[in-house]
């Protein structure tokens, strides 16, 4: 599917969907905001935000990735749908986000490139993880590998057009980016379905 009919997708399963799609987003950014506040409060400003960040953010972000998918497939979304991977997959999520980000980090240090090349490698793991609850932290990365051959560039190009969208919401002052944030996750929720329906990724053998 081409990217200008994916983000028409995208737009069109919001219909109807907005203000449940705001508030999902919003208390995800609130929960977000909050986890880091209490860590660098109680254990301190050096460590504290991204120890509890770490804790609490991955299942969370799989949780977005679910209620996110449930819009774009009109699959009964609700925002309890964030919550999910709390009692499914909380440890898989946090094992899963630092082999991401020792990845990423050690592609950025090599050269910008790589760096960037690794975050779109691993940019479905959060959906996968919320699609299969049993997969392992591993098999999520190697399966996102996978699944993102030929694509790269696809989603690069659909990620340049979010951000030239956010551009325009810092002219709004920021009021913007509380329609645009839904927005972008659905777009990224189509993108998903779209690939991950190909034939040729569904004939690979992801796990080696």
Avoid: H
């Amino acid at each position: 599917m081409q990217n200008s009919k994916i983000m028409e997708e995208a737009y069109a399963s919001l219909k109807g969907k907005w203000v449940l799609a705001i508030g999902g987003n919003l208390l995800f950014a609130i929960i977000s905001i909050a986890v880091a506040l209490v860590g660098w409060g109680t254990v301190g400003a050096d460590w504290g935000a991204n120890i509890t960040s770490l804790i609490f953010i991955p299942p969370l972000a799989i949780g977005l990735r679910i209620f996110s998918l449930n819009i774009s497939r009109d699959n009964k979304p609700e925002i309890d749908d964030l919550f999910i991977p709390f009692k499914t997959s909380w440890v898989n999520a946090i094992l899963a986000y630092i082999m991401m980000s020792v990845l990423v980090v050690v592609g950025f240090l090599l050269l910008i490139i790589p760096g960037i090349i690794a975050s779109l490698m691993f940019s479905q793991v959060w959906f996968i993880m919320g699609e299969d609850k049993e997969i392992r932290a591993y098999d999520a990365l190697v399966k996102s590998l996978n699944m993102m051959k030929g694509y790269k560039w696809k989603f690069f190009r659909i990620f340049l057009r979010l951000m030239g969208l956010s551009i325009l919401c810092v002219f709004t002052l920021g009021i913007g980016f509380i329609w645009l944030l839904p927005y972008q996750n659905v777009v990224f929720a189509e993108f998903y379905d779209d690939i991950k329906d190909n034939p040729n990724f569904k004939n690979q053998e992801y796990i080696n």
